[in-house]
């Protein structure tokens, strides 16, 4: 083998190397707006749900910039879960705009997602600095583009949702991210049945990178957060045009007939880095302890069923002894059974309340593939009663012991980390049982 072509294979396997850089976060969800079958805008319930999501390293570049030939070598995921309606991941172009925090696309989803639940959502971003504070990725969808309406005025009508994500601090370090949420884990974590579904067909797809803000309208992270485009092929599944709504004159959120763009053409076609998968059906078990231990903590009153339902029969627990500093001196461990291994999605939901400030909260789940526990989520312990409904990272049936009859299994730990005002704290439960999703 040739020196020119040894070192063509180093250089590719550097830069898959490069690569494979993959990380879990967490994303809050602000709000869920989207409308339902009578032409409604709904909002959905979304206090405390958080959900987990996958971020891969990729090698996006300035629109302006040289391509990386070697940059093809990384593949995009597959969904076996689900079907994938949607696909532009073409990883030898990806791209961004560095003024493009906020901007619009359209996807023609392939008619084999009507009237399913969107399952996953893979996209694309790259940042300047990174985010030290929360930040949050908006998006919105319109059915139809209407022309003659002018400048400065919204061309993309019809709205059919409107959704704020929160990254946490941290969730991004400097560089280009491809990241995927799991919608299908919101969908199990709504309490009712009538849930609407989110539109499917030709949609106007917005993203808009703003600073956090409690109403959802902070400032556009101009200059620092872009969407990454795909742009060597025209979408592998479904279909959009070489256009998109660069919202610049000016930017605030509207995107007007003359600000439809394009990147000049094939190689840089002006289409998102975009993945989306469906399902048809699904069903959401709760599932409830059926046994309760302490593995740290002293017993105050309660049993498992008082973990079942929010009705005030509390199992209560008070700190007990630890072997280390590091231990938490309460450490609440339930075990339950899912109806099957073969899950779409598995949230912990939970009700808690500390007597006393200056404690934080844990929750872990057992991972039975790495024989591990998992944490899920870590946050100062309310004062108050506060439900929490988080979802797992991962594979979901990888925390289901299937040879045992489908175990599942979770911990909540409490643990002081700062000022107390008793010396002998506790908490109490109201409510801790698993939402399992299937087919």
């Known amino acids: 083998m040739s020196n020119r072509i040894l070192t063509l294979a180093a250089l590719a396997c550097a830069a898959v190397s490069s690569f494979a850089e993959v990380r879990w976060g967490q994303v809050e969800l602000a709000f869920f707006r989207v409308r339902d079958e009578d032409g409604r805008m709904v909002d959905l319930p979304t206090k405390g749900i958080v959900l987990p999501v996958r971020m891969e390293r990729i090698d996006a570049r300035p629109v302006n910039q040289t391509r990386n030939p070697f940059s093809a070598f990384q593949f995009p995921p597959t969904f076996p879960e689900a079907s994938t309606v949607y696909q532009n991941d073409t990883p030898s172009n990806y791209f961004y705009d560095p003024q493009g925090a906020s901007s619009a696309d359209d996807i023609n989803i392939l008619p084999s997602g009507n009237g399913q639940w969107w399952y996953d959502l893979t996209l694309g971003v790259n940042t300047v600095l990174g985010n030290s504070v929360k930040v949050m990725n908006r998006q919105l969808g319109w059915q139809f583009y209407t022309e003659g309406l002018g400048h400065d005025v919204q061309s993309l009508t019809s709205l059919v949702f409107d959704v704020g994500w929160v990254f946490l601090p941290g969730q991004f370090p400097p560089g280009s991210w491809k990241y995927t949420i799991p919608i299908h884990n919101y969908w199990s974590q709504i309490p009712n049945s009538n849930k609407p579904r989110v539109p499917n067909g030709l949609i106007y797809f917005a993203q808009q990178w703003r600073a956090y803000h409690i109403l959802g309208e902070g400032t556009f992270l101009d200059g620092d957060f872009s969407s990454v485009f795909s742009g060597d092929l025209q979408p592998q599944v479904g279909s959009s045009e070489d256009v998109y709504w660069g919202d610049w004159d000016p930017m605030n959120g509207t995107y007007a007939e003359d600000e439809v763009d394009f990147f000049g053409g094939e ?122 409904t988080v979802g797992a990272p991962g594979t979901p049936s990888n925390y289901v012991d299937a040879p045992n009859g489908n175990i599942v299994r979770m911990r909540v730990s409490f643990k002081a980390t700062g000022l107390t005002t008793l010396a002998n704290w506790g908490c109490r439960v109201d409510l801790s049982n698993w939402l399992a999703s299937h087919p």
């Open 267 to 388: 190689p840089n076609f002006a289409n998102f880095l975009m993945t989306l998968s469906t399902q048809a059906t699904g069903v959401t078990d709760t599932v409830r302890p059926t046994s309760v231990s302490l593995f740290r903590g002293i017993p105050n009153g309660g049993n498992v069923g008082s973990l079942h339902f929010v009705d005030q029969n509390y199992y209560r627990t008070n700190k007990g002894f630890t072997v280390n500093a590091q231990e938490a001196p309460i450490q609440i461990i339930m075990e339950g059974f899912a109806s099957t291994a073969s899950l779409t999605g598995l949230s912990a939901d939970i009700m808690t309340q500390a007597n006393t400030g200056g404690l934080q909260q844990t929750v872990d789940m057992y991972n039975f593939t790495t024989n591990q526990w998992v944490q899920v989520d870590q946050r100062a312990a309310p004062t108050s009663d506060t439900r929490l």
